[in-house]
């Protein structure tokens, strides 16, 4: 009798999730950019337009590691140092992990990955950024609703919520944030304001997982449960 096949393991729904969103953009002309987890106060908060008193700055938030370094919050960083060393036209996707004083809850965890988009070159517009977000959720998803709805994002203008529908198509759930670039962010990583524009997204693509494997609690990705990840192979 042949011996009971053995199971060799299988990557994480977070990583099968981040390839898949890599190479739907890298199919878009997107380049892949990474950058350090601990940061600036100036790269994480204040060239992205933060105010001074904005909250995300306040302990209870942000991990902060002194005086001036904190483990970012988002990975809106890289776009800086993108736009602070090439020229446009800029399309990059920055994957990497991000950390903040959350409750670990159904939907919330203090570490978590996620993804960035940026585009700048002359006379991009919002309509160039629904189409690309479109595209991507019926790209991924299959063909799908989205809903674009009014947000707000210090670094941006413009801002909407996009979302698709919920588990099991119940409700709807935001999948991401986006807008177009706020002038001052522009400026502050050393382009002109004035001739370029650009438009930007940021995803969690554990809360993709969940849509795309039915996955009611974010908790579950934390667990290490083999038997989960097993399921989720097959």
């Known amino acids: 009798m042949p011996a009971r096949r053995q199971w060799l393991g299988s990557k994480h729904p977070v990583t099968l999730v981040i390839e898949e969103i890599e190479d739907i953009f890298r199919e878009l002309g997107f380049t ?8 600036t106060e100036w790269y994480n908060f204040t060239a992205l337009n933060f105010p001074p008193d904005h909250p995300a700055l306040d302990l209870h938030d942000t991990l902060y590691l002194g005086e001036n370094a904190l483990l970012r919050t988002h990975t809106s960083p890289v776009q800086i140092r993108t736009m602070q060393n090439f020229k446009p036209p800029i399309r990059i996707l920055s994957p990497g992990n ?31 950024l ?13 063909k799908t ?12 203008q413009l801002c909407h919520g ?39 997204f940021g995803m969690g693509p554990a809360r993709i997982a969940m849509l795309r494997y ?9 667990d290490s449960d083999v038997r989960f990840l097993y399921q989720i192979s097959r």
């Open 32 to 39: 892949i950019a990474l950058g350090p987890e601990a940061e």
């Open 98 to 128: 991000a950390y903040r004083r959350d409750f670990f809850d159904a939907s919330h965890a203090p570490m978590f990955a996620q993804i960035e988009g940026l585009a700048i070159d002359e006379g991009v517009s919002f309509v160039d």
């Open 130 to 142: 629904k189409a690309t977000l479109t595209h991507f959720a019926n790209r991924f998803f299959g």
């Open 145 to 156: 609703k989205t809903r674009f709805r009014p947000s707000y994002f210090p670094f941006s």
């Open 162 to 200: 996009v979302g698709c529908p919920g588990c099991k198509g119940t409700g709807w759930m935001e999948i991401l944030g986006s807008g177009m670039v706020h002038p001052s962010v522009l400026n502050a990583a050393g382009l002109d304001g004035d001739r370029y524009t650009g438009w930007a």
């Open 214 to 222: 039915d996955i009611p609690d974010i908790r579950i990705l934390y």
